[in-house]
T-cell receptor, first 114, second 111 residues
């Protein structure tokens, strides 16, 4: 079974802190994604990556950056956390476009910024 | 821009009922459509994936259909059980594997 592991289930950070959310997958997937999920807004794509050191902006990249130094690891960085970044963050991975492959999600990190 | 709609937002049914969850999308140029289940406070679990060239997929008591021309998909759950209570999301994949998600339908199956 594919496993996507997010390093923290719950995080509480203060406004202005730099925050790192880590995600690791064990299926050699090329694609990795970061979403945030908010009540009434659904899932929104923040950033995605097709390969090591490759990244592309999703629908709401402002205030975030990402890093993919190794194929299995995709990190989301909040450069200066703000209260409007309080949310559930979900990492996902899949095989590349052209391969029939469902998206596999981690269990999420619930981030609270105070 | 692709938009995915799931109506109603919530549904409550008695145990044993067969039910249909609906999903509609605005752009028929899709690569595939996926149905997911999400339990409270957890991530999403993939249920079924239908490629754009397919009409339906089945897994156990679940059957998903796809009508690209009308921009619709349905998830059929046979003989519903309390353990089926969860939020069900559909998502359509466009170019480069990017998915656009609906907001989900929260299903409650009453014993």
């Amino acid at each position: 079974d594919v496993k996507v592991t997010q390093s923290s289930r719950y995080l509480v950070k203060r406004t202005g802190e730099k925050v790192f959310l880590e995600c690791v997958q064990d299926m050699d997937h090329e694609n990795m994604f970061w979403y945030r999920q908010d009540p009434g807004l659904g899932l929104r794509l923040i950033y995605f990556s097709y390969d090591v050191k490759m990244k592309e902006k999703g629908d709401i990249p402002e205030g975030y950056s990402v890093s993919r130094e190794k194929k299995e690891r995709f990190s989301l960085i909040l450069e200066s956390a703000s209260t409007n970044q309080t949310s559930m963050y979900l990492c996902a991975s899949s095989f590349p476009f052209g391969v029939v492959s469902p998206l596999h999600f981690g269990n999420g990190t619930r981030l609270t910024v105070t | 821009k692709q938009e995915v709609t799931q109506i109603p937002a919530a549904l409550s049914v008695p145990e044993g009922e067969n039910l249909v969850l609906n999903c509609s999308f605005t752009d028929s140029a899709i690569y595939n459509l996926q149905w997911f289940r999400q339990d409270p406070g957890k991530g999403l679990t993939s249920l079924l994936l239908i490629q754009s060239s397919q009409r339906e997929q089945t897994s156990g008591r679940l059957n998903a259909s796809l009508d690209k021309s009308s921009g619709r998909s349905t998830l059929y759950i046979a003989a519903s059980q309390p353990g089926d209570s969860a939020t069900y999301l559909c998502a359509v994949a466009g170019a480069n594997s990017k998915l656009t998600f609906g907001k989900g339908i929260t299903l409650s199956v009453r014993p």
